[in-house]
Nanobody, 119 residues
């Protein structure tokens, strides 16, 4: 069982920035970030392959969010800039053998951290 612990969520005004961190007890092939707003389905935001560092982003966050990793510490990050009210939601760190932005590709989930962007 892989344990994932997120940190770094909070409240910010539109245009601001936040940096999320995710500490993993073990490394799997990919680390991903998902988010879920009230009444919406969970959606993939970005993922990164630990070995190749290849990353993929959802269209809605391209150019604003950056996913990165610290292999030595089994830690992943999501730098979020130019935040918008529609970015509000619970952000989940996730990992698994497969890489993808669909929830079915994920093996393990973190508990989530709240991000609130006010206009």
């Amino acid at each position: 069982q892989v344990q994932l612990v997120e940190s770094g969520g909070g409240s910010v005004q539109a245009g601001g920035s936040l940096r999320l961190s995710c500490a993993a007890s073990e490394r799997r092939n990919c680390l991903a970030w998902f988010r879920q707003a009230p009444g919406n389905e969970r959606e993939g935001v970005a993922y990164i392959n630990f070995a190749s560092r290849y990353s993929v982003y959802a269209e809605s966050v391209k150019g604003r969010f950056t996913i990165s990793q610290d292999n030595a510490k089994n830690t992943g990050f999501l730098q979020m800039n130019s935040l918008r009210p529609e970015d509000t939601g619970i952000y989940y760190c996730a990992t698994g053998t497969r890489c993808g932005l669909l929830p079915r590709t994920i093996d393990y989930w973190g508990q989530g951290t709240q991000v609130t962007v006010s206009s």
